[in-house]
């Protein structure tokens, strides 16, 4: 992908295709409408909405927090003792921010980001490796090739999101993908 170019966002057909009937969340253009972000962000979230995936996205808000756009959560209690997906002002860059107040990048747009939801969620609605990764040798394989696979996919899509180093202890992807195995 080539630097400051946002990919074209799945549309909410694809998003409902994996994530099922009522699990993707569309904002209303009047939520978004004193955000201070580019047109084409608010209209993806407008046009394509926010899919729920297990353990990523547990609920989807559209408010504006501490002076950033939140765009959903997960953890208990819908979102409030769990970590916040907002988007910044401005540049619409999404950040993953906890509740002791530590942020990281998750991904360079709204786009990205839905584009990143869109693999991640798309494999794991197919995949059967990852279901029983544990039982033998083979799926355990078979199961770090899909992830790796994947983890190349969103490094493609967005460099930025893994750095220089792709550590899954300081980086959003890696970590996302590391849990599914431990």
């Not at 608010?42 to 609920?59: H, I, M, N």
Request: hydrophobic letters at 40%; proline letters at 5%; one cysteine or more.
């Amino acid at each position: 992908m080539t630097a400051g170019v946002s990919p074209t966002p799945p549309t909410f057909t694809a998003l409902e295709a994996w994530a099922g009937a009522g699990r993707v969340i569309r904002a209303d253009k009047s939520e978004l409408a004193a955000w201070q972000l580019p047109e084409q962000q608010k209209a993806t979230l407008v046009s394509c909405g926010v899919p729920l995936l297990e353990g990523v996205v547990d609920a989807v808000s559209f408010t504006t927090e501490s002076g950033m756009y939140r765009l959903a959560g997960y953890g208990d209690d819908r979102c409030r003792s769990g970590s916040v997906y907002a988007a910044e002002p401005e540049t619409g860059r999404v950040l993953e921010l906890t509740t002791s107040g530590a942020a990281r990048l998750v991904n360079s747009s709204i786009a990205h980001w839905l584009c990143s939801l869109h693999l991640v969620g798309t494999w794991l609605a197919s995949s059967t490796a990852i279901r029983c990764w544990d039982e033998d040798d083979a799926m355990e394989e078979l199961a770090l090739t899909e992830l790796a696979d994947l983890s190349e996919q969103i490094i493609h899509l967005d460099p930025p999101t893994y750095g220089d180093d792709g550590d899954h202890r300081t980086r959003f992807w890696p970590a996302v993908l590391d849990r599914w195995l431990y």
